[in-house]
């Protein structure tokens, strides 16, 4: 109840599908509208520790992407421009002075979840 109620004040989420398959360490990209146009998102979905958490792939430092694939040291993010690496966890960036990634809501729904972008 108190979730569908959290739903009217977030928006409608988006679902993507097969998330639960995403192995622990692993990170992948998902995309949602035209990148190209500068309407679209990138995000970048990652399994730590069990929990899956959703990032906005675009670095924060200079507009890098941030890698898929595995993780470093199984839990971080990593943008192969500067090599600067993000907590998926709290979107803090862990090797330089750099603002934080981006995250978004979600909620893991069967084999699939649901995210708020
Ligand atoms: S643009 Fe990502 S680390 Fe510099």
Known sequence: MLGKLG???RGKPVVIKGTRKLQDGMARKVTFGDLLAGTGKEILMCRVGG???ALDARCPHEGGRLSEGPLAEGKL???PLH???FEPTSGRCVNAACKNA???KLREVGDDCELWI
């Open 7 to 9: 739903d009217l004040f």
């Open 51 to 53: 929990a899956l958490h």
């Open 102 to 104: 981006k995250r978004y």
């Open 83 to 85: 090599n600067y690496q």
């Open 77 to 79: 993010a990593v943008c």
